[in-house]
């Protein structure tokens, strides 16, 4: 009896920017190739989304910034997505597409603001996924803090929200989801705010919580 061994699901990684880019990007392509359990296509050519999708178990933007995607580009992914591929946003990915109003659905929420870079307290409040489960109540991080210009709580399912009373600058208030996730179409989205330096790539738990995001959207 010949044996065959399944495929290993594939993710369409994109880092292209046309505003802000990050340094941390090498960093999150990397730990996304260590996380396990996929095939990384990692790309800045808005054509490989031109190409047919369907290959791919999900697709992450990985700290985007401006508009990434051509016309036909755009068509795709919505097609994508709504047929039932998984999407992932990772940090800068709020900051993308902003010509683009099927881009702020689907992922959820527009990046706003952001005070400085610091130490603040990230407030777990679904442990019932695998983004979050593996974390304590109250976990301690260092980023950015995105502010969003609305909040998405009622269209998503809040996994992560800030206390800005743990660092200084913040400026939603109670109400600071900070990671998320919801269906669009028959897809499923995942977005985390948190990943700003190159060194929460390196963190266990940080890893963590992509892997299960990423997890969750690319199942079927």
Same mark, same amino acid.
């Given at each position: 009896?010949?044996?065959?061994?399944?495929?290993?699901?594939?993710?369409?990684?994109?880092?292209?920017?046309?505003?802000?880019?990050?340094?941390?990007?090498?960093?999150?392509?990397?730990?996304?190739?260590?996380?396990?359990?996929?095939?990384?296509?990692?790309?800045?050519?808005?054509?490989?989304?031109?190409?047919?999708?369907?290959?791919?178990?999900?697709?992450?933007?990985?700290?985007?910034?401006?508009?990434?995607?051509?016309?036909?580009?755009?068509?795709?992914?919505?097609?994508?997505?709504?047929? /039932?591929?998984? !999407?992932?946003?990772?940090?800068?990915?709020?900051?993308?597409? #902003? =010509?683009? &109003?099927?881009?702020?659905?689907? *992922?959820?929420?527009?990046?706003?603001?952001?005070?400085?870079?610091?130490?603040?307290?990230?407030?777990?409040?679904?442990?019932?996924?695998?983004?979050?489960?593996?974390?304590?109540?109250?976990?301690?991080?260092?980023?950015?803090?995105?502010?969003?210009?609305?909040?998405?709580?009622?269209?998503?399912?809040?996994?992560?929200?800030?206390?800005?009373?743990?660092?200084?600058?913040?400026?939603?208030?109670?109400?600071?989801?900070?990671?998320?996730?919801?269906?669009?179409?028959? /897809?499923?989205? !995942?977005?985390?705010?948190?990943?700003?330096?190159?060194?929460? #790539? =390196?963190? &266990?738990?940080?890893?963590?919580? *992509?892997?299960?995001?990423?997890?969750?959207?690319?199942?079927?």
């Amino acid at each position: 009896m010949v044996s065959r061994m399944a495929a290993v699901p594939a993710l369409l990684v994109h880092t292209r920017t046309t505003d802000y880019r990050h340094d941390s990007i090498p960093a999150g392509i990397a730990a996304l190739r260590a996380l396990g359990g996929f095939d990384v296509v990692a790309t800045e050519d808005p054509a490989a989304f031109e190409e047919r999708l369907d290959r791919y178990a999900a697709v992450v933007f990985l700290s985007t910034s401006g508009e990434v995607l051509t016309p036909a580009g755009r068509d795709r992914l919505a097609a994508y997505v709504e047929a /039932g591929g998984g !999407f992932a946003g990772v940090h800068a990915a709020a900051c993308t597409e #902003y =010509d683009w &109003p099927y881009y702020g659905d689907l *992922l959820g929420a527009r990046f706003d603001r952001h005070p400085a870079l610091q130490p603040g307290r990230a407030v777990v409040e679904d442990h019932d996924h695998p983004a979050t489960r593996h974390l304590p109540p109250v976990w301690h991080f260092t980023d950015e803090w995105y502010d969003f210009r609305t909040s998405p709580r009622g269209r998503v399912r809040v996994l992560l929200s800030a206390d800005e009373s743990s660092y200084d600058g913040g400026g939603m208030g109670d109400d600071h989801p900070l990671a998320w996730c919801h269906e669009q179409g028959q /897809g499923r989205v !995942f977005y985390t705010a948190l990943g700003h330096t190159a060194g929460a #790539y =390196d963190d &266990p738990d940080f890893r963590a919580h *992509l892997h299960g995001g990423i997890t969750w959207a690319a199942a079927r």
